[in-house]
């Protein structure tokens, strides 16, 4: 059967094309600029790249021109042939806590939690839209960001607000990049060679977004994101954990109104905010050459993770291992090797150097207790597989 994956976003569509016997991606691209003078098609397919320049005025042309790249190149004779459409949708409130075929009803539950998400369920289901007025008949499944941490406890899911907020207003953690945590959950069980049930795990996804998530038993019992992607790790651009009173302090001082506030916490801050860039390799770069902002941006970068383990190792109680994902958390020896320096003695964490600069996926000393994996997350197979799951 051959699944295909779209992650909709404000402007564009991402998506990647699998065979689900074989698990195989057989072709990925992007559109995009949706809705902007001229848009942009990107596609790979059997070795070749292909990239247009084209308007595409709604989410539902940009389906329509993926179709077409499909039937055009050779991919699929007829849409018919998809088996599935599993949908990235960033927010599934308590509502859903496992991968869902859409229907009517879940169209409206995934509407009733956009103020949660108003950046990202309302794009989510303009895709599911464009799909179903695409091709009405293929079945769809919607794979949720926050499904994962749905067994997170109340004590650890509740903030220490009037509970009102909870109860009315559906205030909470709610946790994030769900797929990817879960995705390298599993596959960090099958490198130890134990059922993931066995298994507790701090996995660290290290994106331009980033996020910790504590595993035991193969469940998350908590993670560093909260009611929206801004709280926990510091990320590209965004500030995680603050004292919630700033706001106050710099609204009263400099008049900054909630919008603009949210766009500082939200876009300005971060890796960027410090030093003024967000992509690390950059800011490696300027760590090399002395410059004193980036290396600063990199310690308060990896002191927050740092902290964090320690937290989720009190909440764990054991830890077999901390996996790194993320284009950060896979690629950056750097970022690994300041992450797990002086944790030996307390938590028997011990990182082997030689390991770790060859980014192999196994970098833990042989003296470590703890094991340390670097495993490439794959959230677009996930998606597939657990759309495969649903649809079989
Ligand atoms: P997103 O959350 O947007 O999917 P990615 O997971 O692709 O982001 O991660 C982007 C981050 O990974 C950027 O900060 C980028 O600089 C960093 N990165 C990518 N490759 C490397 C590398 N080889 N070394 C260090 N950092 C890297």
């Known amino acids: ?25 057989i072709c990925r691209g992007i559109i995009e600029q949706i809705g902007e003078e001229l848009g942009h098609v990107k596609f790979e397919y059997a070795g070749k790249s292909i990239k247009k320049e084209v308007k595409i005025p709604s989410h539902q042309d940009g389906t329509e021109i993926l179709e077409s790249l499909l039937i055009d190149n050779g991919v699929i004779k007829s849409f018919d042939e998809i088996g599935a459409v599993g949908h990235r949708v960033v927010h599934g409130g308590e509502y859903f806590s ?41 079945r769809q499944v919607a794979v949720f960001d926050t499904a994962f941490h749905q067994t997170i406890p109340k004590h650890a899911y509740t903030y220490a ?9 559906f205030v909470r953690r709610y946790g994030f990049h769900g797929t990817s945590h879960y995705y390298v959950s599993k596959m960090g069980a099958k490198i130890l060679g134990e059922s993931l049930e066995n298994c507790n ?6 994106g331009n977004g ?20 801004l709280e926990g790790l ?8 603050v004292d919630p009173a700033i706001i106050f302090y710099l609204s009263r001082e400099l008049g900054l109104n909630i919008k603009e506030l949210d766009s500082i916490l939200n876009k300005k801050s971060g890796l960027k905010g410090i030093c003024g860039t967000n992509d690390l390799r950059e800011i490696q ?8 902002l980036a290396k600063l941006a990199l310690e308060i970068f990896c002191y927050r993770i740092k902290k964090y383990i320690g937290s989720y190792f009190a909440v764990l109680g054991s830890v077999d291992a901390i996996i790194f994902t993320g284009g950060i958390g896979e690629h950056s020896n750097i970022v690994r090797e300041k992450v797990c320096k002086n944790l030996k003695e307390t938590f028997g964490i011990e990182i082997d150097p030689e390991k770790n600069s060859q980014n192999e996926s196994l970098i833990n000393s042989s003296g470590s207790k703890v094991k340390l994996l670097v495993i490439p997350t794959n959230e677009e197979l996930e998606i597939a597989k657990q759309t495969f799951r649903m649809v079989r």
Not at 201 to 206: D, M, Y
Not at 285 to 292: I, N, P, S
Request: charged share 25%; aromatic share 6%.
């Open 161 to 169: 607000l009037p509970y009102s907020f909870y109860r009315e207003n």
């Open 1 to 25: 059967m051959k699944i295909l994956v779209l992650n909709s976003g404000s402007s564009s569509i991402k998506f990647q094309l699998f065979k689900m016997e074989s698990e195989e991606s």
């Open 285 to 292: 770069t300027r760590v090399e050459e002395g410059d004193e």
């Open 98 to 138: 496992e991968p869902i075929v859409i229907d009517k009803d879940v169209i409206r539950k995934i509407e009733e939690i956009s103020p949660l998400a108003p950046l990202h369920n309302p794009v989510n289901l303009m895709g599911i839209r464009a799909i179903l007025s695409l091709s009405p008949k293929t």
């Open 210 to 229: 980033a996020s910790a998530c504590a595993v035991k038993n193969g469940k998350s019992v908590d993670t560093s994101m909260g009611l929206t992607p």
């Open 201 to 206: 795990f701090i996995t660290l996804h290290l």
């Open 234 to 241: 510091v990320m590209g651009t965004r500030s995680g954990d």
